[in-house]
């Protein structure tokens, strides 16, 4: 059963197949199928439960060796140290939790949009029945609100039309037809299907249901989202494999530092040892996750302003390292509000501006201003033969219905017609509904007052036109010529090329009947027009592409709409360029995985796209190199979403099963809001840099003065205490300043980083342990000036030393470029953590009680002269550093000029 198809078989054949006929199932076969096929419902995926989520926080190797600290810190009894790095791992996995129980409720979503009852004929009677309980070959009704309960094929329609956004991507409701189709149609043509979750906007049908639960398309989602593995982000697998470096690099340099101590034989095994593990304490980065963890959680702050909320803290990072964007067309790129742009009337094209549902715009012929009464019966029409309502106010208007048909109402307003005068002045007397197959809709009215009728028609304008015996032409009817057809047609391709969605606009005078039928109403009609319409894309979307390109990230439009219209929508938002293709949905599936991956770097648009084609896409990308952000807002999207580096749903339309797999959630469905989190992105993980590779240079510089001290077999020139504070107060503060400083201008002028490049490269690992050698060696060098005399003084100076060399080294890491002018005061909270450490610092030379506990005595005039001297060599190694590690710019190619596309 599950190999048959049945779009491709006529109503009866699939009857037959299904082994059941137009009076339904008797109950004791239902109870035989529903046995064999079981509930029509999705199985509950098992879930972790809550300790077990909280218990997989601790498996990051960073967290790993922060606990392996903490208990060296309790077995030193330096229990403040322990206390704080303790807080610093409950609070990460505190986070990490709560991000994760939110997560993974796909399925849950699932069920919630299934339909809970469903009507159907069995042994010839109509009953209400649970969804659950269909069976395959149950009779099904279907009406207008309905959702439908399982994939059915449609059997009898009336003006049927089904909105299938959720599952195909198709902007405008599909209507339903009983003929069969050819095997190769693909699901968003299959109108002669019904699929289970979508909505029944209009019409009435009846439909033989063809699978259940997890047999339907929706089902096939639900077990693709459970197969699909959440994909780690680039920061989790960049941060755990920096965290087993910098392990393994801690563990060699102090195993050196304990043998050296041996070998110099100045101190017992016991006291090495202690000083060994207090130095492997003070060199592990302990403040390196609360930073990742605050710059994260300001990032995702700074996002949800800019209508972007991240689910999970790592996803904000993620968002800076795409190199490719996904998109959806409909609401995300365009605003999903028809609007009318052209029309042709009396030998005339008329431009039409405005955009979406805001009823305001002027109308235009041959660039000058053209007065809309001169094409009212037109706009009456459109207004007339129309079951939607607009409302709203200012700037915020909706369609409540058709969206097709609420943009000639948006039409009618603007030309000044008023849908309240329209209803006063005339009654309806009967509405001939659209059905697919004359595709037109008429409507009767009377005009108050008198005894008139006529009928306004609207429908497809070839259709139309054969039941059109004249035109208007001059405000005059007249009887149409051959060459006026043909001036018709070749207008309504013309649009059509344009990707507009065209209808025809006729009318007839009728005489008063009390009952109409279609052979009186829809033959000898008026022709009056051709109207063209199109949803129009976003008008900051065009800068927000370009911004794209400016920042070496490719946009790519995935969509269930006709390459057509996409590629219209593309041209009209610059996203072409010269050797770009356009692919289709059935191209994409043809093509091997080699074929694919050849041609995926050029491609822009892939339209008709089904779910499996989205992950395929994905999956391609990602074996190029390519770090994937994807939108969407349907059923359809989330396997692809959930596969994506970063998934991002829509907030407005998008359902719930796309916001549960997603990382992200779009709060206005706006594309150039994706673009302003991409900067916003790139800015934490340059904060997270700034701060990891101060603090690694000043870890660095701790353990290579220990180290030198003891090769030159110098006294320690630290205490445990001073080393055990540097690490807590003097390093961890003034970086967590760096986890705030603002973007930088030319964040969103540069090309992705490499997806394959690690945190810390290998010249950034050069210049770290260069700092490192010339931080040590100038703390020796003040260190040697004094020890000879009185070691305490020579400790107290050189532990200032190294405090100050972090000071200006924290000052000179607020920007990735060198030498860069920056405002002092606009990093507020970096200038109090320099202030609380040298405060801090002070306290403990100058404060009597404080002195012995740190093995500090007071400071001179000359020393702190030295000392400053010295330690300024941090501010000016960090800018010289960067003119080795300096961002690549993007070249003048990227912001080639916009070029027609290739069309596969």
Same mark, same amino acid.
């Given at each position: 059963?599950?190999?048959?198809?049945?779009?491709?078989?006529?109503?009866?054949?699939?009857?037959?197949?299904?082994?059941?006929?137009?009076?339904?199932?008797?109950?004791?076969?239902?109870?035989?199928?529903?046995?064999?096929?079981?509930?029509?419902?999705?199985?509950?995926?098992?879930?972790?439960?809550?300790?077990?989520?909280?218990?997989?926080?601790?498996?990051?190797?960073?967290?790993?060796?922060?606990?392996?600290?903490?208990?060296?810190?309790?077995?030193?009894?330096?229990?403040?140290?322990?206390?704080?790095m303790?807080?610093?791992?409950?609070?990460?996995?505190?986070?990490?939790?709560?991000?994760?129980?939110?997560?993974?409720?796909?399925?849950?979503?699932?069920?919630?949009?299934?339909?809970?009852?469903?009507?159907?004929?069995?042994?010839?009677?109509?009953?209400?029945?649970?969804?659950?309980?269909?069976?395959?070959?149950?009779?099904?009704?279907l009406?207008?609100?309905?959702?439908?309960?399982?994939?059915?094929?449609?059997?009898?329609?009336?003006?049927?039309?089904?909105?299938?956004?959720?599952?195909?991507?198709?902007?405008?409701?599909?209507?339903?037809?009983?003929?069969?189709?050819?095997?190769?149609?693909?699901?968003?043509?299959?109108?002669?299907?019904?699929?289970?979750?979508?909505?029944?906007?209009?019409?009435?049908?009846?439909a #033989?249901?063809?699978?259940?639960?997890?047999?339907?398309?929706?089902?096939?989602?639900?077990?693709?989202?459970?197969?699909?593995?959440?994909?780690?982000?680039?920061?989790?697998?960049?941060?755990?494999?920096?965290?087993?470096?910098?392990?393994?690099?801690?563990?060699?340099?102090?195993?050196?530092?304990?043998?050296?101590?041996?070998l110099?034989?100045?101190?017992?095994?016991?006291?090495?040892?202690?000083?060994?593990?207090?130095?492997?304490?003070?060199t592990?980065?302990?403040?390196?996750?609360?930073?990742?963890?605050?710059?994260?959680?300001?990032?995702?702050?700074?996002?949800?302003?800019?209508?972007?909320?991240?689910?999970?803290?790592?996803?904000?990072?993620?968002?800076?390292?795409?190199?490719?964007?996904?998109?959806d067309?409909?609401?995300?790129?365009?605003?999903?509000?028809?609007?009318?742009?052209?029309?042709?009337?009396?030998?005339?094209?008329?431009?039409?501006?405005?955009?979406?549902?805001v009823?305001?715009?002027?109308?235009?012929?041959?660039?000058?201003?053209?007065?809309?009464?001169?094409?009212?019966?037109?706009?009456?029409?459109?207004?007339?033969?129309?079951?939607?309502?607009?409302?709203?106010?200012?700037?915020?208007?909706?369609?409540?219905?058709?969206?097709?048909?609420?943009?000639?109402?948006v039409?009618?307003?603007k030309?000044?017609?008023?849908?309240?005068?329209?209803?006063?002045?005339?009654?309806?007397?009967?509405?001939?509904?659209?059905?697919?197959?004359?595709?037109?809709?008429?409507?009767?009215?009377?005009?108050?007052?008198t005894?008139?009728?006529?009928?306004?028609?609207?429908?497809?304008?070839?259709l139309?036109?054969?039941?059109?015996?004249?035109?208007?032409?001059?405000?005059?009817?007249?009887?149409?010529?051959?060459?006026?057809?043909?001036?018709?047609?070749?207008t309504?391709?013309?649009?059509?090329?344009?990707?507009?969605?065209?209808?025809?606009?006729?009318?007839?005078?009728?005489?008063?009947?009390?009952?109409?039928?279609?052979?009186?109403?829809?033959?000898?009609?008026?022709?009056?027009?051709?109207?063209?319409?199109?949803?129009?894309?976003?008008?900051?979307?065009?800068?927000?592409?370009?911004?794209?390109?400016?920042?070496?990230?490719?946009?790519?439009?995935?969509t269930?709409d006709?390459?057509?219209?996409?590629?219209?929508?593309?041209g009209?938002?610059?996203?072409?360029?010269?050797?770009?293709?356009?692919?289709?949905?059935?191209?994409?599936?043809?093509?091997?995985?080699?074929?694919?991956?050849?041609?995926?770097?050029?491609?822009?648009?892939?339209?008709?796209?089904?779910?499996?084609?989205?992950?395929?896409?994905?999956?391609?990308?990602?074996?190029?190199?390519?770090?994937?952000?994807?939108?969407?807002?349907?059923?359809?999207?989330?396997?692809?979403?959930?596969?994506?580096?970063?998934?991002?749903?829509?907030?407005?339309?998008?359902?719930?099963?796309?916001?549960?797999?997603?990382?992200g959630?779009?709060?206005?469905?706006?594309?150039?809001?994706?673009?302003?989190? #991409?900067?916003?992105?790139?800015?934490?993980?340059?904060?997270?840099?700034?701060?990891?590779?101060y603090?690694?240079?000043?870890?660095?510089?701790?353990?290579?003065t220990?180290?030198?001290?003891?090769?030159?077999?110098?006294?320690?020139?630290?205490?445990?205490?001073?080393?055990?504070?540097?690490?807590?107060?003097?390093?961890?503060?003034?970086?967590?300043?760096?986890?705030?400083?603002?973007?930088?201008?030319?964040?969103?002028?540069?090309?992705?980083?490499?997806?394959?490049?690690?945190?810390?490269?290998?010249?950034?690992?050069?210049?770290?342990?260069?700092?490192?050698?010339?931080?040590?060696?100038?703390?020796?060098?003040?260190?040697?000036?004094?020890?000879?005399?009185n070691?305490?003084?020579?400790?107290?100076?050189?532990?200032?030393?190294?405090?100050?060399?972090?000071?200006?080294?924290?000052?000179?890491?607020?920007?990735?470029?060198?030498?860069?002018?920056?405002?002092?005061?606009?990093?507020?909270?970096?200038?109090?953590?320099?202030?609380?450490?040298?405060?801090?610092?002070?306290?403990?030379?100058?404060?009597?009680?404080?002195?012995?506990?740190?093995?500090?005595?007071?400071?001179?005039?000359?020393?702190?002269?030295?000392?400053?001297?010295?330690?300024?060599l941090?501010?000016?190694?960090?800018?010289?550093?960067?003119?080795?590690?300096?961002?690549?710019?993007?070249?003048?190619?990227?912001?080639?000029?916009?070029?027609?596309?290739?069309?596969?």
């Amino acid at each position: 059963m599950a190999l048959v198809t049945f779009h491709d078989v006529s109503a009866e054949k699939a009857l037959s197949l299904l082994a059941s006929s137009r009076i339904g199932l008797s109950e004791s076969e239902v109870a035989v199928r529903l046995s064999k096929h079981g509930f029509n419902e999705l199985p509950k995926e098992k879930r972790a439960q809550p300790f077990v989520i909280f218990l997989n926080q601790f498996r990051n190797f960073l967290i790993i060796l922060l606990v392996f600290a903490t208990g060296t810190s309790l077995f030193l009894r330096e229990f403040l140290e322990a206390a704080a790095m303790s807080s610093i791992i409950l609070l990460s996995a505190i986070l990490g939790f709560i991000q994760e129980f939110r997560a993974g409720r796909a399925i849950e979503a699932l069920e919630k949009m299934s339909s809970p009852t469903a009507r159907v004929v069995r042994d010839g009677r109509e009953l209400r029945i649970a969804a659950r309980e269909l069976v395959p070959g149950d009779i099904i009704l279907l009406e207008a609100g309905d959702i439908v309960p399982a994939d059915s094929r449609v059997l009898e329609t009336v003006s049927l039309q089904i909105d299938e956004a959720a599952l195909t991507g198709e902007s405008v409701p599909s209507p339903k037809v009983t003929m069969a189709f050819k095997p190769t149609t693909t699901l968003a043509d299959q109108e002669n299907m019904a699929f289970m979750g979508t909505v029944v906007t209009y019409g009435k049908g009846r439909a #033989v249901v063809t699978s259940t639960g997890m047999a339907t398309e929706f089902g096939k989602i639900a077990s693709s989202i459970q197969a699909t593995e959440e994909v780690r982000t680039p920061l989790q697998a960049k941060f755990e494999q920096m965290a087993r470096q910098i392990g393994v690099a801690v563990l060699v340099l102090v195993f050196f530092v304990f043998i050296g101590g041996l070998l110099q034989g100045e101190l017992s095994v016991a006291k090495l040892f202690i000083f060994a593990l207090s130095l492997v304490v003070a060199t592990v980065p302990s403040a390196l996750p609360a930073i990742v963890t605050i710059s994260l959680a300001l990032g995702a702050k700074a996002l949800a302003a800019r209508n972007m909320i991240i689910k999970k803290l790592p996803a904000a990072e993620s968002l800076g390292a795409v190199t490719i964007i996904c998109s959806d067309k409909t609401g995300t790129i365009t605003k999903n509000q028809m609007t009318v742009t052209k029309i042709f009337t009396d030998d005339k094209i008329i431009a039409v501006s405005g955009s979406g549902y805001v009823p305001a715009g002027t109308f235009h012929f041959n660039g000058r201003e053209f007065n809309p009464k001169n094409i009212e019966l037109l706009l009456r029409i459109g207004l007339l033969c129309n079951n939607a309502k607009l409302s709203g106010s200012g700037g915020h208007w909706q369609v409540i219905g058709d969206p097709t048909e609420g943009s000639l109402i948006v039409l009618a307003m603007k030309g000044g017609l008023a849908e309240e005068k329209m209803r006063e002045d005339y009654s309806l007397v009967q509405e001939l509904p659209f059905d697919s197959d004359r595709k037109m809709m008429s409507v009767v009215y009377k005009k108050n007052g008198t005894r008139e009728a006529f009928a306004c028609v609207k429908g497809a304008p070839d259709l139309m036109l054969r039941n059109c015996d004249r035109v208007l032409k001059n405000g005059r009817v007249q009887n149409i010529t051959a060459k006026e057809r043909e001036l018709i047609l070749e207008t309504n391709e013309s649009f059509a090329g344009e990707a507009l969605r065209v209808l025809g606009v006729a009318f007839r005078e009728l005489p008063s009947l009390q009952h109409y039928d279609m052979d009186s109403v829809e033959s000898s009609l008026v022709f009056v027009g051709l109207v063209g319409m199109i949803d129009p894309p976003r008008e900051e979307v065009r800068a927000a592409v370009a911004q794209c390109r400016e920042a070496g990230i490719k946009v790519m439009v995935i969509t269930g709409d006709h390459a057509t219209t996409a590629s219209a929508i593309a041209g009209q938002i610059g996203l072409f360029q010269e050797g770009d293709v356009v692919l289709t949905g059935e191209d994409v599936e043809r093509m091997s995985e080699y074929d694919l991956s050849k041609v995926i770097g050029q491609v822009r648009i892939i339209a008709r796209a089904l779910p499996i084609q989205k992950s395929k896409v994905v999956d391609a990308l990602k074996k190029k190199g390519h770090i994937v952000a994807m939108t969407g807002d349907g059923v359809n999207d989330a396997p692809a979403l959930k596969k994506a580096d970063i998934g991002i749903a829509m907030g407005i339309n998008g359902t719930d099963v796309a916001k549960e797999v997603s990382k992200g959630i779009l709060a206005d469905d706006n594309f150039a809001t994706i673009v302003n989190a #991409v900067a916003e992105g790139r800015n934490i993980y340059d904060k997270m840099i700034k701060s990891t590779r101060y603090l690694l240079s000043c870890n660095m510089g701790e353990i290579i003065t220990v180290f030198f001290a003891i090769m030159l077999r110098f006294p320690l020139p630290l205490t445990t205490l001073q080393i055990l504070l540097m690490n807590l107060v003097t390093d961890g503060v003034p970086a967590l300043g760096l986890g705030v400083e603002p973007a930088e201008g030319d964040v969103m002028k540069r090309p992705p980083r490499n997806p394959k490049e690690k945190p810390i490269t290998g010249s950034s690992l050069l210049l770290i342990a260069l700092f490192g050698i010339v931080m040590g060696a100038g703390t020796l060098f003040i260190f040697g000036l004094y020890f000879d005399k009185n070691l305490r003084l020579a400790q107290t100076a050189a532990f200032t030393t190294l405090v100050m060399f972090e000071m200006f080294a924290v000052i000179g890491s607020r920007s990735l470029s060198p030498f860069k002018k920056l405002n002092p005061f606009t990093n507020k909270w970096l200038l109090g953590g320099v202030a609380l450490s040298v405060i801090i610092q002070l306290a403990i030379i100058y404060w009597a009680p404080l002195q012995p506990v740190f093995s500090t005595v007071p400071l001179g005039l000359s020393e702190w002269i030295k000392i400053l001297g010295i330690s300024s060599l941090g501010f000016v190694l960090m800018e010289l550093g960067k003119l080795f590690i300096a961002q690549p710019k993007v070249n003048s190619a990227g912001s080639a000029a916009p070029a027609a596309a290739q069309v596969i």
